[in-house]
């Protein structure tokens, strides 16, 4: 038997963008998803938009239910900022304000611990018009709305956090087009960068300002870049591939500087962002007080094959290729590689070269495309999903007794939902949602789950 630390939190993540769907008279803003929807449906998998998703809005004292029923002793979402703030920087709308404070006094009243998020890729498409987070207004804005957050909510958020995986809008929506504007533009990718940067140190400021005692931190999708081999340029690769991927973001936050070595890199590129002199004071004298660690898949690289084009936009990879390695083991649902002793790597450079500071392993899970097919006498029988859960949390917790500092486990996620452009795809709940009828339905991991939170380890 596997035991984890009294008090170990267990639960899950989801976001406002992905569960909650809209109503007609609901006083939600367009973000940038729901304008690039409309634009361009055929992005979408099976052309399934965000305003359906898991209808969470409509169902969500129900659905409180299941975390009961699923052994949740926390939970995570995140407050839509276009359903707050429709315009982005305007009027507040009272609907959003009612909704979340009864979402979230549900959450505590079932005696759950929240975790509220207050970005999770999603823009107000006004803001998006004005440059969206090229424009320093942008930052302003955030701030703004971070700060009605507080203080309408403070009281009953237990851990907030400020954005969730700021690295990936920038490579996806500036370099690699899989988020609006969907753009092949590096400069404007470093200063969206860096204004998510300097947002999310002014949020903590905000915080702190609005409640000395309350919590807050970043979610920080991370992985250690493990080189192809042992060889100097192979390492040299995984050293800058981690610079770029995992360090942008997380050296900042905990320990309120950049690393030397990429502002040497974006500098050589004559890439640098514009910023004030007082930015990184502000960067500096406010770091989180956590860090939430999303992990699903080790990042491999090997030192590049072939020169950069000179004339091509500068993308990070012209410092290294990524590796597939041989023999690496795979979810065959989703096309990604398992590796979980990544978990293990990522406690211990938490541990030695971030000060141990405190930290929530914030989403892991498996997807699985067609998951109807494991169906059984009327249940999904996602014994993959248990194991896949067991495995990693086997890591964890030898990295804990190691003298990890981590205090919960939350899995991606609690009820099918929404993601992105892959729409319905990848399912990755505890319980199975019916598009058609938006009926939801227990897996097998989710009975799983709540033994496992009830025994407090497996
Ligand atoms: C994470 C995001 C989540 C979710 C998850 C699964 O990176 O934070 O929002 O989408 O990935 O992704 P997918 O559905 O593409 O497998």
Known sequence: ???????????????????????????????????????????????????????????????????????????RTSIQWSRLIPDGDGEVNDKAIAFYRNVFEGVKARGIELLVNLYHFDLPMCLEEKGGWINRSTVDAYERYARICFEAFGDIVDRWITFNEPIVPVECGYFYQLHYPATVDPKAGIQVAFHTQLASSLAVKACHEVGSDYKIGIVLNLTPAYPRSQHPADLKAARIAELFQAKSFLDPSVKGEYPEELVELIKAHDLLPDYQEDDLRVIKENCVDYLGVNYYQPLRVAATKHLANPEAPFFPSVYFDHYEMPGRKMNPHRGWEIYEQGVYDIARDIKENYGNIEWILTENGMGVEGEEKFRENG????????????????????????????????????????????????????????????????????????????????
Not at 37 to 47: S, T
Request: hydrophobic share 30%; with cysteine.
């Open 1 to 75: 038997m596997i035991t984890f630390p009294k008090d170990f939190l267990w639960g899950s993540s989801t976001s406002g963008p992905q569960s909650e769907g809209r109503l007609p008279d609901d006083g939600k803003g367009d973000n940038t998803w729901d304008y690039w929807f409309k634009q361009e449906p055929q992005k979408f998998h099976n052309q399934v938009g965000p305003e359906l998703t898991s209808t969470f809005y409509e169902h969500y004292e129900k659905d409180l239910d299941y975390l009961v029923e699923t052994g949740h002793t926390a939970f």
């Open 379 to 458: 249940m999904i029988q996602d014994d993959y999903r248990i194991d896949f859960i067991k495995d990693h949390l086997r890591e964890l917790h030898k990295a804990i007794e190691e003298g990890a500092n981590c205090k919960g486990y939350l899995l991606w996620t609690f009820i099918d939902c929404w993601s992105w452009l892959n729409s319905y795809k990848n399912r990755y709940g505890l319980v199975e949602l019916d598009l058609k009828d938006q009926s939801r339905k227990i897996k097998k991991s989710g009975k799983w789950f709540k033994e496992l939170s009830q025994n407090n380890g497996f």
